[in-house]
């Protein structure tokens, strides 16, 4: 990620800054396995070490390092309070429903807890209330009804008018017994415990094929198998899609600044309101005397941002973050990236009505902590026969049809928009010549469409611009300096290797003539 807002900032992740932990070797042959489990982040861990608590043979497969993908980029809450969740499910779903939710998440919240002090694990957890705020008062209605809503589900909630922020708040709802934590010290400790347990790790393997059968089986780009009984998709955005989710799942990229505050002015809770393009307040342990502020916000769908957009969005968060926070001295920034369902409930088991030992998680739309923990709960009860009360609630084959059709129609609208309209002469840049330093276009050579990157030395790097995934024109993001595929959120490094999933394959590496290279 370059820093071009002029906000002083340093790129990365603050959790990426904890040590990786050991290597973990990349499958090297064929293996067996109970439980294959895809994906290394918060739902592929929890369901695995589960899973391997129970006493199951587990396998979990990680295109990259674990806990360092989107994991690795969280605010890392812990909470049961979801923006203005209650109410709309309470709407969508009915009251029982609400009730499930809210008891399913909180319990989230409390196995972290639990498995912390078991494990003896320092990941700074710390129980702090939880506040969805407005500062509009002609919104205080929506967060009484949110509130009451909340309480109704059976948490510890209340509507209030005291929040302890240093601006003013018209109101919120305030929920006790949250909490917050640093992710990948909470992870790297349940690895290394699934290890002990007997589980097996394998990373830089990225897994391209599944079988599904008695046993089902598992292919890596490699070439090798794990055959296992049982299989979970937890990659974030499913590699697989039998049910055809990617109709009914958003990506929104959102960002993150952070800097150290006295400690004295530490706000003490973890915060939110969907204002203004969305602003999430939390702190972290820092250095004696000071607290690390985190901030996130700027929303937007990943790969229809023009050229300086994300700077302008960074350098918008950094300036709310000072103006509301004075005295902080920022010096951190990264991005992370979720998935929002049509109805906003995660999807969370078979994978598609046909199913009988392939199960997914996704959907978690900004609150991966505690759903990846709740999915690793839910999975690992699915897989050993048993059916939590939120199972239906959650389970990725439901639809409500009329509900959902708006919401499934405009999605589809706009991977159309991007599908069609990308391709029509004129909507990207014709001459690689006008690619400053630094940036990238989509520009036509000898008749193909080619993603062209000019970096700082002045040297091309030209991919194709089909993304691998369904076909569709990427775009490139000049503050993280990556392609972006705008209908279902993959992501690729200059050099066309994938960073993010559905696609699972790199985008054709190409000559200046067109002529393929490798893939």
């Not at 043979?57 to 390092?65: G, I, S, T, Y």
């Amino acid at each position: 990620m370059t820093n071009q807002s002029g906000s002083g900032s340093r790129s990365g992740s603050l959790w990426m800054e904890y040590a990786p932990g050991p290597d973990r070797p990349a499958l090297g042959e064929s293996v067996e396995a109970e439980v294959a489990v895809v994906g290394g982040g918060v739902a592929g861990l929890c369901t695995a070490w589960e899973m391997a608590r129970a006493g199951h043979r587990v396998v979990l497969l990680e295109a990259d390092r674990i806990a360092s993908g989107v994991t690795g980029h969280t605010t890392a809450k812990l909470s049961s309070l979801h923006g203005l969740a209650y109410a709309r499910i309470r709407s969508v779903h009915g009251a029982r429903a609400a009730r499930l939710y809210a008891h399913s998440q909180q319990l989230a919240v409390e196995r972290v807890a639990e498995v912390s002090e078991e494990l003896g694990v320092d990941c700074d957890l710390e129980r702090v209330p939880a506040y969805t705020y407005t500062e509009d008062p002609g919104k205080t209605d929506e967060l009484r009804e949110e509130a009451e809503a909340a309480r109704a589900a059976g948490l510890a909630a209340s509507y209030v008018t005291d929040v302890p922020l240093p601006f003013p708040v018209a109101g919120a709802v305030r929920v006790e017994d949250q909490a917050q934590f640093h992710p990948r010290k909470y992870l790297l400790a349940l690895a290394a415990d699934l290890e002990v347990l007997g589980g097996r790790i394998f990373e830089r393997t990225r897994v391209t094929g599944l079988k599904e059968g008695t046993p089902c089986e598992v292919t890596t780009s490699a070439g090798h198998t794990v055959r296992a009984r049982d299989v979970v998709i937890a990659t974030h955005y499913p590699v697989f899609d039998r049910a055809l989710l990617f109709t009914r799942l958003e990506p929104k990229r959102e960002l993150v600044v952070a800097g150290a505050l006295p400690a004295g002015r530490d706000p003490g809770g973890v915060f939110l309101t969907p204002e203004g393009g969305t602003r999430s307040v939390r702190t972290a342990p820092y250095t004696d005397g000071q607290r690390l502020l985190i901030v996130t916000g700027e929303k937007f769908t990943p790969g229809t941002v023009d050229e300086g957009e994300v700077g302008a969005r960074y350098e918008r968060l950094a300036s709310w973050a000072r103006e509301r926070f004075p005295g902080v001295r920022l010096s951190h920034r990264w991005a992370t990236q979720d998935n929002h369902t049509t109805d906003r409930v995660p999807y969370v088991g078979r994978l598609h009505p046909g199913s009988r030992h392939t199960y997914v998680a996704t959907g978690f739309a900004g609150w991966g902590m505690s759903n990846g923990v709740m999915a690793g709960a839910l999975l690992a009860a699915r897989m050993r026969g048993r059916e939590p009360a939120w199972t239906s609630l959650y389970d990725p084959v439901r639809l409500h049809p009329v509900r959902e059709a708006p919401a499934i129609l405009r999605l589809q609208a706009q991977v159309a928009k991007h599908f069609i309209g990308d391709r029509v002469p004129g909507a990207h840049a014709d001459s690689v010549e006008d690619i400053a330093p630094g940036g990238g276009a989509v520009v036509r050579v000898a008749g193909r469409r080619l993603a062209v990157h000019r970096d700082a030395s002045g040297a091309l790097h030209a991919v194709s611009a089909r993304c691998t995934h369904m076909g569709c024109i990427v775009h490139f993001n000049d503050e993280e300096c990556a392609w972006e595929c705008p209908c279902h959120g993959s992501r690729f490094d200059v050099d066309g290797k994938v960073t993010q999933g559905p696609a699972v394959r790199p985008l054709e590496q190409v000559d200046m003539d067109g002529t393929e290279e490798n893939s």
